[in-house]
């Protein structure tokens, strides 16, 4: 796996101050992307031991309220591998930590998908917040929080699985299929 940057501090993709994880290697392509330099999967860094341990001492700061795995895409299919065992070793290592994860797919697809992809089971079951659906300009706003276009979704995805139905974040309240939970 490859990727772009690690940001610190960071206060806009995900709540609290959050360490973001930029990975190359996308296939959605969204028109006007913000991040369309990290979709060459061959483009950027090689996620080392020197990488994970810079994310790491971010991780071990009080202050951190945890992770966000962007890009491209995290869930590109030559990132899940990497993916799953990062998310796995973080939530063992940092337990309070939350961690986010951005992806073009949509919570439906990757239901589908995750029957036979183990890498993805480990990465869904392991991480709490999924931003999910690609990027669509005409649906864009500025007003939605942490997401560029109104049909990207913030999900729960320990209660969504636990619970087997899609529970939103919306406005800071948890929404079930449009009704507060």
Excluded at 135 to 161: C, W
């Amino acid at each position: 796996m490859r990727y772009h940057n690690i940001t610190k501090a960071d206060m806009l993709n995900g709540e609290g101050l959050r360490v973001v994880l930029w990975v190359s290697g996308c296939s959605h392509h969204c028109h006007a992307c913000q991040n369309a330099f990290t979709w060459d999967k061959d483009d950027g860094l090689v996620f080392d031991d020197g990488a994970k341990k810079e994310i790491f001492e971010e991780l071990e700061k009080a202050w951190c309220s945890g992770i966000t795995l962007s890009g491209g895409d995290p869930l590109f299919l030559g990132n899940r591998e990497e993916i799953s065992k990062l998310v796995k070793e973080i939530r063992t290592k940092f337990p309070s930590k939350t961690i986010w994860l951005y992806t073009g797919y949509t919570w439906e697809e990757l239901l589908e998908q995750k029957k036979m992809d183990k890498y993805l089971d480990t990465i869904l079951n392991n991480i709490d917040v999924l931003l999910d659906g690609r990027f669509v300009l005409k649906l864009a706003s500025e007003k939605i929080h942490y997401v560029g276009s109104s049909n990207q979704r913030i999900i729960d995805v320990p209660t969504s699985l636990k619970e087997n139905k899609k529970i939103l974040y919306i406005d800071n309240d948890k929404v079930l299929e449009g009704e507060l939970v």
